[in-house]
């Protein structure tokens, strides 16, 4: 009875011996019935052998250095003002060694921007702490610079080339006043941006007929404005003898401006004109309606 367990001992380490030859042997068959070819061998693209590795390009390349403003959305920006965009797979190397860097493309770094022409993106940025050498002329890449916007006039600008960018402009006014204004009468311009004072501006006497006066104005501001002998009974007239509008005027971009007036008479000169008292004139009603005064009994 003891033999026959030992034979079947034996029995049992043999047959499993045998079953782990046994597959040990299918799976280096299998193995080999099911290998994969190589990338060569299938005519497929190989992949890059880095990650840095600089991307294949179509057209020439162009080399521009230097000095970044900023890295953001996918964009270069260098100091002269040009922006450049970047390849998805932009290599970013070291520009002496062009190995791996520790630096990163952000201000104040020097960098070399390789461009395909194909494309206009920057394949490769190359970083540096210091100045890098001039390897091709502006001109040359200029026109891979990427523009945020379509240039549009700028409306102030139109007309004559003056614009209103609030620069001080020193404004001269003269003005001719009619032959019978006394010798010793002052002469005021009134505005409207002054309140209607009929004493804002004094002018200087000139000669017999005519006064002037220099003020700052910053360019662009508009206003109103008459001239007057210090009060709205005196103020200027029409040569109908009628009240008249308010002038316009624009102060626009230039160093100095002149403005030549005619006054052909004034409202005191006929001894029953209106007293426009107090009334203060606006740019929606320049003549306030007063009565005139009793004409005196004789």
Do not use: C
């Amino acid at each position: 009875m003891t033999s026959h367990r030992y034979r079947f001992a034996a029995a049992a380490i043999v047959l499993a011996a045998l079953i782990s030859a046994s597959n040990s042997a299918f799976t280096n068959v299998a193995g080999a019935a099911v290998r994969t070819p190589s990338a060569a061998a299938s005519g497929q693209t190989p992949p890059p052998l880095s990650a840095t590795a600089t991307p294949a390009h179509a057209g020439t390349l162009v080399k521009f250095s230097g000095q970044l403003l900023d890295n953001r959305a996918g964009f270069v920006f260098f100091t002269t003002g040009d922006g450049f965009r970047l390849d998805p797979n932009v290599k970013i190397d070291d520009a002496k060694t062009g190995g791996p860097t520790s630096l990163a493309p952000s201000t104040r770094t020097y960098a070399r921007a390789t461009l395909d022409s194909a494309s206009g993106q920057v394949v490769e940025l190359s970083l540096a702490t210091r100045k890098l050498p001039d390897e091709a002329r502006y001109e040359d890449i200029k026109r891979f610079a990427i523009a945020l916007s379509t240039p549009a006039p700028n409306p102030d600008l139109r007309g004559g080339g003056e614009g209103l960018n609030g620069k001080a402009v020193l404004v001269t006014f003269t003005v001719e006043v009619p032959s019978k204004t006394a010798f010793a009468d002052a002469v005021y311009v009134a505005t409207d941006t002054s309140g209607w004072s009929a004493t804002a501006i004094r002018m200087n006497r000139l000669d017999a007929l005519h006064y002037r006066v220099s003020r700052p104005f910053s360019s662009g501001t508009r206003f109103l404005y008459r001239y007057t002998r210090g009060s709205w009974r005196s103020a200027e007239r029409g040569q109908n003898g009628l009240e008249v509008s308010p002038r316009p005027f624009l102060v626009v971009n230039a160093d100095v401006k002149s403005k030549n007036d005619i006054v052909y008479s004034w409202g005191d000169s006929d001894q029953f004109a209106p007293d426009l008292g107090s009334s203060i004139p606006t740019p929606f009603n320049p003549v306030p309606f007063v009565l005139p005064p009793t004409k005196p009994k004789p």
